[in-house]
């Protein structure tokens, strides 16, 4: 059975920072191009980051700088670091893992506020 599983959400006050993590099981990790998606209210749901298998990374132009994603093959494991966030930032945040399948995980709620 395949899962991901997404943790680190939470509340920040703008300019502070988060570490988002998934964890995969039931799929060969090394394979799958890694994503991170979010969906605010009333919004598309939309890519932040994505990471290939030999490493490559790509990231919306509203996050550049800021976000930087990163895989461990050997945790099956990606993780997103946001820094200098800010309310716009504010959404659920999905993992996503895609080769031929596509898989995503539950969602973590990211809350930007002072």
């Known amino acids: 059975q395949v899962q991901l599983v997404e943790s680190g959400g939470g509340l920040v006050q703008p300019g502070g920072s988060l570490r988002l993590s998934c964890v995969a099981a039931g799929i060969n990790f090394s394979i799958y191009t890694m994503g991170w998606y979010r969906q605010a209210p009333g919004k598309h749901r939309e890519l932040v980051a994505s990471?290939?298998?030999?490493?490559?990374?790509n990231y919306a132009d509203s996050v550049k700088v800021r976000f930087t994603i990163s895989r461990d093959n050997a945790k099956n494991t990606v993780h997103l670091q946001m820094n200098s966030l800010k309310s716009e930032d504010t959404a659920v945040y999905y993992c996503?893992?895609?080769?031929?399948?596509?898989?995503w995980g539950p969602g973590t709620q990211v809350t930007v506020s002072s």
């Open positions: 990471i290939t298998s030999g490493g490559i990374t």
């Open positions: 996503n893992a895609i080769t031929s399948d596509q898989y």
